[in-house]
Nanobody, 120 residues
Framework: QVQLIESGGDFVQAGGSLRLSCTAS????????MNWYRQAPGKGRELVAT???????DYVDSVKGRFTISRDNAKNTVFLQMNSLKPEDTAVYYC??????????????WGRGTQVTVSS
């Protein structure tokens, strides 16, 4: 079985920084796209950042220039470096990974989420 284990969420003041990480544990034969989503109270889940297997990245406009997604393929881990945080970044952040698991099939997995709270 595969689990995505997230960490790094915290309470921070506006202008501060946080680094989220998400590691895929278990039997993993390969990883394709890795994503970070977020869901603010009363809102739908939003795709924040994407990194593909070649290292290509994409971001939602609201975080461009402030957030950086990266990955460590040897450790099956994806990171989200968040700088210049704003109160509107407050949300539960989820990682989402497309990987080949113990069934030898490509599947999407989700983490349980990590809370990021930014005070004004």
């Amino acid at each position: 079985q595969v689990q995505l284990i997230e960490s790094g969420g915290d309470f921070v003041q506006a202008g501060g920084s946080l680094r989220l990480s998400c590691t895929a544990s278990g039997t993993v034969f390969g990883i394709n796209i890795m994503n970070w989503y977020r869901q603010a109270p009363g809102k739908g889940r939003e795709l924040v950042a994407t990194i593909d297997s070649d290292g290509g990245t994409d971001y939602v406009d609201s975080v461009k220039g402030r957030f950086t997604i990266s990955r460590d393929n040897a450790k099956n881990t994806v990171f989200l470096q968040m700088n210049s945080l704003k109160p509107e970044d407050t949300a539960v952040y989820y990682c989402n990974v497309n990987l080949k698991d113990y069934t030898s099939r490509w599947r999407d997995y989700w983490g349980r989420g990590t809370q990021v709270t930014v005070s004004s």
